[in-house]
């Protein structure tokens, strides 16, 4: 893919020993590149594959420092919605461009849209059902935050800041 800069291969693989009524075929899709062009063209891909399936696809824009409160302690939340609902939410990676090294630029997840994008696919009725369900718990979780940071004063102290 010229757009992210990765080569995408699909690679036919033979089982050893099929059984007699074993009549599918196994493809891998190789995706080699830097890591944050490889989680992109990943995402599409997975995306593309869902629509040829003929699912339905969506988006939601949501501040990657929401992302993990929304998605729950090991994407326990997510994985509930998804049961419920029958659908599949894709969210993007967020640590791929993070460097700690000195001299290199901080990530633009606030300007990149990739970053801020939650993808929803599946039924149409499992969509909206799920985005609701989204959108309640961005709203719950994150009055809770703000009631949490609003009653208890928070104060830095000299030895906070020295430490940082």
Sequence with gaps: MNATRTRISCVPIAPHAPPSDYNASVTTIEIVGQ???VDRSRMRCLLLLDE?????CTSIELDCEMHPIVAGLQRSYLNL??????????????????SLRPGHPEPAHGRDPYYTTIFITGSNDGIARARDLLFAAIDAKASCIF????SNDHHVYNQSLQYI
């Design 52 to 56: 040829l399936f003929g699912l339905s």
């Design 147 to 150: 009631h949490y940071f609003k």
């Design 81 to 98: 919605i998804m049961h419920e609902t029958l659908t599949s939410i894709y969210l993007p990676t967020l640590l791929t461009t993070q």
């Design 35 to 37: 890591r944050d062009a």
